[in-house]
């Protein structure tokens, strides 16, 4: 199930970074979060609509918590959840800079099961299932015995 759960939320993901970088240069109404948590606009609205809408239709299912929609509580019921950051860096989006993502999970019983890193503005997508390794844009990728940052591919 967890590589069926890692397909959706690549397709999901595509989809909704699409949109994301369509709004890129006009990312509606920008407002900060209670708290000082940071700003939100109106394209993480649209982009968490998108997927919430996305990913629930195809498992009613599963619980759902996203950085960018009111708590419900009954996902601590569900036996999976979908766990979002709709633009993973805002803050970068609204700037123009590319690495702002999409990033996306499936956990189950605390514990992540499916996840995605999409970087659209970067062509990246980095996906992982649990026990099965990491992988970019479909390649498997491994951590190297690297001692130092010196020459290291970061961020």
């Known amino acids: ?3 069926a759960d890692l397909a959706l939320l ?3 993901a595509r989809e909704a970074g699409a949109l994301a970088l ?3 240069h006009d ?3 920008v407002r900060e979060k209670a708290g000082g948590l940071g700003p939100v606009s109106a394209a993480d609205i649209a982009v968490d609509r998108l997927l919430a809408e996305r990913l629930l239709s195809a498992r009613p299912g599963y619980g759902w918590l996203s ?4 708590d419900d ?3 601590l ?9 709709p633009i993973d860096g805002t803050r970068a989006f609204l700037a123009g800079e590319k690495g702002w993502a999409l990033s996306l999970a499936v956990v189950e019983a605390g514990r992540p099961v499916a996840a995605l890193v999409h970087l659209p503005a970067l062509g990246r997508t980095y996906a992982a299932v649990a026990g099965e390794g990491a992988r970019l ?3 498997r990728i491994v951590a190297t015995a690297r001692q130092g940052i010196e020459g290291a591919r970061v961020l």
């Open 1 to 3: 199930m967890p590589e």
């Open 10 to 12: 690549e397709a999901a």
């Open 22 to 24: 369509a709004r890129v």
């Open 27 to 29: 990312p509606g109404p």
């Open 67 to 70: 950085e960018e929609s009111e």
């Open 73 to 75: 509580p009954a996902r």
């Open 77 to 85: 019921g569900a036996p999976r959840v979908f766990v979002v950051d």
């Open 137 to 139: 844009n479909g390649a």
